[in-house]
């Protein structure tokens, strides 16, 4: 992360007054933590509001959304500092493409993370989406085999377009429980916990400027929750657990007997040249 340029995160000054007390709040816990560095990795597949999500928590337009691109088309990291505190977040392309896990975009990011010690996974899904099949469970695998299962540990699951009137006269909280839920079983598996452990945690998110606000121009859910501040708190909280950071290191990537598969080769290539 040394070579990255760091800017000054002056976009947290353009948040109302009360949601950027509430983020310092939050940022003096991190150092009381001693922890002056935090690196978020957001995953998900195209069109969930990954970029967006982005750009909401840097206060800044630093990801590139429009009707005509959904998401990033490579790795992005941006990184910002602001009283001794560093935050780098990577946006990424969507992992499915043609209605299966896209290998070339989880290699990009792969690639694109070697050496980098991951504090944070953002798994980005939509909360108006309706159902849940394989191609859920194959990415999150995928997930899973590419940096190894225990970033989940270190995973949040972010449902955008909060801000939605459910189906069928369900109540809010009902139809927000019953999708989290689902999801959280699909990350449970695709991670390997066990039945006993706790679930991954489940954040809403609206991206919109059409979202409501409360009195103080704070955006705000249905619920009248305060999603940013929630959504950074629960970042803390995950950050400061007792789970370790995720270095991506090329034995992640490989995996432990890369070279000696490679070295077995050797032999049958010299024979043959």
């Not at 977040?89 to 969507?94: F, L, M, N, V």
């Not at 909060?162 to 689902?182: H, K, N, W």
């Not at 950074?232 to 490989?254: F, G, H, Q, R, Y």
Request: hydrophobic residues 40%.
């Amino acid at each position: 992360m040394a070579s990255q340029l760091v800017r000054e995160w002056m976009g947290i000054q353009q948040f109302p007054v009360a949601t950027q007390t509430a983020l310092h709040r939050l940022l003096g816990k991190l150092k009381q933590e001693s922890v002056d560095t935090l690196t978020i990795l957001v995953l998900g597949k195209g069109g969930v509001g990954k970029s967006s999500t982005v750009n909401s928590i840097v206060g800044e337009r630093v990801a590139i959304v429009s009707a005509f691109q959904s998401e990033a088309m490579r790795p992005l990291i941006c990184s910002r500092s602001r009283a001794g505190f560093t935050l780098n977040i990577i946006d990424t392309p969507g992992l499915i493409e043609g209605g299966f896990v896209n290998d070339h975009a989880l290699d990009l990011i792969k690639r694109f993370l070697i050496n980098k010690t991951i504090d944070i996974l953002l798994y980005v899904d939509r909360l108006d989406g309706y159902r849940v099949d394989d191609l859920d469970l194959q990415v999150t695998k995928a997930i899973s085999k590419s940096f190894g299962q225990q970033i989940w540990r270190r995973g949040i699951v972010v449902l955008t377009h909060a801000q939605l009137s459910p189906p069928d006269e369900l109540r809010y909280a009902d139809f927000v429980g019953r999708r989290s839920t689902i999801l959280q079983d699909v990350v449970h598996k695709a991670a390997g916990f066990k039945k006993s452990e706790a679930q991954i945690p489940v954040v809403l998110v609206e991206n919109s400027g059409r979202c409501n606000t409360n009195s103080g121009g704070e955006k705000v859910l249905s619920d009248g929750t305060v999603w940013l501040p929630n959504l950074v708190e629960k970042i803390v909280e995950v950050a400061t657990n007792s789970s370790k950071p995720i270095l991506i290191d090329k034995k992640l990537i490989e995996g432990p007997d890369a070279n000696q598969w490679r070295k077995r080769w050797i032999p049958l290539l010299l024979a043959l040249q």
